[in-house]
């Protein structure tokens, strides 16, 4: 059963390196992991992707295990800005290449 | 600005009428994506296209969905005889297409809908 799952909610503190892992099993071969953040009432902002290993752009990092069968976003030094929702998009394979987000996880930031 | 815009923003309707959103999508995107999102969940897929050719559809769209992108363009989704149960965000999204199902997706801000 194609299914992805993230935890419901993290809390932070300023400053704070956070990991979010979102977890799917039977993901398309040769697709990408992606990873979203959504604010009320928007729609969601592309933040990183990745196909394995790691991969680092100006606002987070990715880790992808080699069997794929996870991923986690890497928030380095949050801020009270950083607050919103997160979620992993990935494809499932069978029966046409499914788009699936995450459950996604409500990240809040405190001071 | 061009990113990707929707129209409405807000649609109030009563139950069994019809409604029909409107993307935009960035323009030189050729793939288009729409979703549906009820509060407290992530994005449903519902389907997407590439050019005019609408090339998967989820098991969510029902028969009384209907999506089309007749230029390759702009979007537009109907629902007809709207329910209680169709009430929701529907999102729209865009893509340049790299080989990749899982393209880099830009989103437009949504059409809230909500069924009386």
């Known amino acids: 059963l194609a299914k992805t799952t993230q935890p419901i909610s993290m809390d932070s503190y300023e400053g704070q390196e956070v990991n979010i892992t979102c977890s799917h099993n039977?993901?398309?071969?040769?697709?990408?992991i992606t990873w979203y953040q959504q604010f009320p009432s928007q729609g969601p902002r592309f933040i990183i992707q990745g196909y394995k290993t790691k991969v680092t752009n100006e606002v987070a990092s990715l880790f992808i295990p080699a069997d794929r069968k996870s991923s986690t976003l890497s928030l380095p030094r949050v801020s009270l800005s950083d607050t919103a929702v997160y979620y992993c998009l990935v494809a499932f394979t069978g029966g046409g290449n499914k788009l699936t987000f995450g459950t996604g996880t409500q990240l809040k930031v405190e001071l | 600005d061009t990113g990707v815009s929707q129209n409405p923003r807000h649609k109030i309707t009563k139950r069994g009428q019809n409604v029909t959103f409107r993307c935009d999508p960035i323009s030189e995107h050729n793939r288009l994506y729409w979703y549906r999102q009820t509060l407290g969940q992530g994005p449903e897929f519902l389907t997407y296209?590439?050019?005019?050719?609408?090339?998967?559809k989820s098991r969510l769209l029902s028969d009384r969905f209907s999506a089309e992108r007749p230029k390759g363009s702009f979007s537009t989704l109907e629902i007809q005889r709207t329910e209680q149960g169709d009430s929701a965000m529907y999102l729209c999204?865009?893509?340049?297409?790299?080989?990749?199902?899982?393209?880099?997706?830009?989103f437009g801000p949504g059409t809230r809908l909500t069924v009386l």
């Open positions: 039977n993901i398309a071969t040769n697709d990408y």
């Open positions: 999204a865009s893509s340049l297409n790299s080989g990749q199902v899982t393209d880099t997706q830009y």
């Open positions: 296209f590439q050019n005019e050719a609408q090339l998967e």
